[in-house]
């Protein structure tokens, strides 16, 4: 086991993610040689303010060709600050980082998180509070939440080894 998580380490340090490589820019076509498809997962997220809501996470994935099981890379998005930079995209995708995990034989999960894409954005289900008063413990507890329900998807999947899941992600994805 130990093998295997330095080797993940040592992979997720080789690929680097950078902010601009994260939106899918506009291309929205599904990528059938990826084997892509769409789930719609419920979850209930609390709110800083008090209260909760509950939606459907988008979760986008791919695998390669064959039965599997494949070891998993669940990929998360960061935050955007605005509800503009939280519409777009409508559904993460992450196609160049999802290329290299799928063409070394992983799986990948993609969720797009409530409060952003087509999930919609209001309530900002992350929202941390005015600038000069954050709190950041619901967001941080909002995001992985949903990133747990992601990981509790995506290991129910026939397809997947649940004995190897790799969590990846940026900015409050990560």
Not at 121 to 143: H, I, K, L, Q, Y
Request: with cysteine; glycine share 12%.
């Amino acid at each position: 086991m130990r093998q295997w998580t330095l080797t993940a380490i040592m992979l997720l340090a080789a690929l680097p993610v950078r902010a601009q490589d994260a939106p899918d820019s506009g291309d929205t076509k599904m990528a059938t040689a990826l084997f892509e498809t769409v789930a719609k997962v419920p979850v209930t997220v609390a709110l800083l303010g008090g209260g909760s809501r509950t939606g459907e996470m988008i979760i986008t994935h791919f695998r390669p060709s064959g039965p599997g099981p494949f070891p998993v890379v669940v990929m998360s998005h960061g935050r955007a600050g605005d509800a503009a930079g939280r519409a777009k995209p409508e559904r993460q995708r992450f196609m160049r980082v999802t290329r290299y995990w799928v063409s070394r034989g992983f799986a990948v999960i993609v969720p797009t998180r409530l409060g952003y894409g087509a999930t919609g954005v209001e309530p900002d289900t992350e929202f941390s509070g005015r600038c000069d008063n954050r709190n950041f413990g619901p967001m941080a507890e909002a995001s992985a939440h949903q990133i747990r329900v992601a990981v509790t998807y995506a290991t129910g999947l026939a397809w997947v080894d649940k004995q190897r899941v790799v969590l990846m992600g940026q900015s409050v994805g990560g």
